[in-house]
């Protein structure tokens, strides 16, 4: 049985104001914590790959004009390592632990602590439903009124308040902040109308500057940990190095319905282990998943052996002294994730059902060959490696080196 403070939900410390903030700021940031909660054996691969199986499957239903209600039907796994924010919702404000989600656009309260209506609630006609793959929820639509940090209020912001939920166990639901597009279909009665996100209403209503997020994680060998930030309308230029360097949005299906770009992967100076091709990144994703053909060349480069405890790949001491970073290349900027950057921190070896002092990496199978329009997924194993910056208004996504992107931390 794991520790039962995996399962606590982490409240940070938010200072919440009743009155909306009409002054426009050209960043707003908010605090996020890092939390792991691993239930079973496998937990870890499985929840990564059925969400990369959902994922592209409701890419594909959304690109060829397909309802995108349930995509796919697979078992449902808690969240396995998430990274969560207090957000408060009403007025007065209750405050919820929401994960964040760049694969994902609606927000929504309600899997673990209930709702609470305040004079602010206001009850639509819709019903709502999102299916995550690694979970799903359904209930009503509510506009009320949001808060993301002290003294920073969205009035009017549409939430989706579950009645039934699965897979979100010590979490009370999601802050999606992926693509707008990602709403559609979403509500019912049927609507073409997309949901506005709460990145989107920030920006409309003049309160930050410009329609971007950053992004800041940091490796980190302790289960819940206060390393992260997420800035809306711009970039903190203290958590990162250097300049940050920009990719477009890729054109290809169906990774061009969520942050999709073109990268190529390059295992030490010359093997290559993933030719161009499309894929996401996603902050809803734990592990680096690669296509299954990609997967196979890593593993032949690296002696790696999968590990039937964990679903990880595991290495010898002598293999982890061997091994070589990972190069990954994108509109002609190439990011090396170190070997160290490359492995599961060993202090928490316990809590994915590991054995202490073996050596396990992050890099996994996503479960189907290149060349089907969503070959990889970063997810923050990659992402506590480099800043982020996801950027609507020119469809783009940018990276910058941090003072963690060399650190042996793992």
């Known amino acids: 049985m794991f520790p039962t403070s995996l399962f606590t939900t982490l409240l940070l410390a938010l200072t919440v104001a009743a009155n909306p903030v009409l002054l426009p700021r050209s960043s707003v940031t908010l605090p996020l914590s890092r939390r792991v909660n691993v239930t079973s054996v496998h937990n870890l691969v499985r929840h990564d790959v059925t969400r990369a199986k959902a994922l592209k499957a409701r890419g594909l239903a959304k690109a060829n004009g397909f309802s995108v209600d349930a995509v796919i039907n697979e078992q449902v796994d808690n969240q396995a390592v998430t990274y969560v924010a207090s957000v408060g919702v009403g007025s007065p404000a209750t405050t919820y632990s929401l994960l964040i989600d760049t694969g994902s656009s609606n927000t929504w309260v309600g899997a673990g602590k209930a709702y609470v209506r305040t004079s602010t609630s206001v009850q639509t006609s819709n019903r709502v439903s999102v299916t995550y793959g690694s979970g799903s929820f359904s209930g009503t639509e509510f506009t009320d009124q949001v808060t993301l940090a002290s003294g920073l209020v969205i009035p009017n912001q549409s939430i989706g308040v579950a009645s039934t939920s699965e897979g979100f166990d010590g979490v009370d639901g999601i802050l999606g902040i992926g693509p707008v597009d990602l709403t559609s279909d979403t509500l019912s009665p049927a609507t073409s109308s997309l949901v506005p996100t709460v990145t989107d209403n920030l920006f409309s209503r003049k309160t930050i500057t410009a329609n971007e997020i950053g992004i800041s994680f940091e490796p980190t060998t302790t289960e819940d940990s206060l390393n992260g930030e997420l ?180």
């Open 231 to 410: 800035t809306w309308g711009g970039t903190d230029s203290t958590k990162f190095t250097g300049s940050i360097s920009f990719t477009p949005i890729t054109g290809t299906s169906p990774a061009n319905e969520f942050w999709g770009i073109n990268q190529s992967i390059r295992y030490g100076t010359s093997t290559s282990i993933l030719s161009t091709t499309a894929g996401i990144v996603d902050t809803g994703t734990t592990l680096v998943l690669i296509a299954t053909d990609a997967f196979n060349r890593y593993v032949r480069a690296t002696g790696a052996v999968n590990d039937a405890a964990t679903g990880l790949l595991r290495l010898t001491a002598a293999q982890f002294a061997n091994l070589q970073s990972l190069f990954f290349t994108t509109n002609g900027v190439t990011y090396e994730l170190t070997a160290n950057a490359q492995i599961w921190p060993r202090s928490l070896n316990a809590d994915i059902g590991g054995t202490a002092g073996s050596i396990y990496l992050i890099v996994a199978d996503i479960g189907s060959p290149s060349g089907e329009g969503l070959d990889f997924i970063n997810g923050f194993a990659f992402l506590e490696r480099f800043y982020s910056v996801f950027d609507t208004t020119n469809k783009r996504v940018g990276f910058a080196t941090t003072p963690f992107t060399r650190a042996t931390t793992n």
